[in-house]
């Protein structure tokens, strides 16, 4: 079965900087677009960053300039590289990544289980 890892979060100052790491591991799959999502508290969870496996990015607006998503097909990794982060980036960051398990016979939509983003002096 294939699972999303997640890595990187934590606490950062208003001004910092912070990367987020996504592995996919599993065995016999392919995956298409990898994303970023949040959620803050009290809030819906809303897209941040996605990128296909071409390499084409999208990102919210609110994070444009500051935000970029990448990947590594060879490690079937996604990062989201986060500078200048606000009080309001805090949320827990989860990825997201179109994944087809040749094992399973499966495809769809995976998710991690989250990393926390706090944002506070």
């Known amino acids: 079965q294939v699972h999303l890892v997640e890595s990187g979060g934590g606490l950062v100052q208003p001004g910092g900087s912070l990367r987020l790491s996504c592995a996919a591991s599993?065995?016999?799959?392919?995956?298409?677009?990898m994303g970023w999502y949040r959620q803050a508290p009290g809030k819906q969870r809303e897209l941040v960053a996605r990128i296909s496996s071409g390499g084409s990015t999208n990102y919210v607006d609110s994070v444009k300039g500051r935000f970029t998503i990448s990947r590594d097909n060879a490690k079937d990794t996604v990062y989201l590289q986060m500078a200048s982060l606000k009080a309001e980036d805090t949320a827990v960051y989860h990825c997201?990544?179109?994944?087809?398990?040749?094992?399973?016979?499966?495809?769809?939509?995976?998710w991690g289980q989250g990393t926390q983003v706090t944002v506070s002096s």
């Open positions: 599993g065995s016999r799959f392919s995956i298409r677009d």
């Open positions: 997201n990544a179109e994944i087809f398990d040749y094992v399973l016979k499966y495809g769809g939509d995976y």
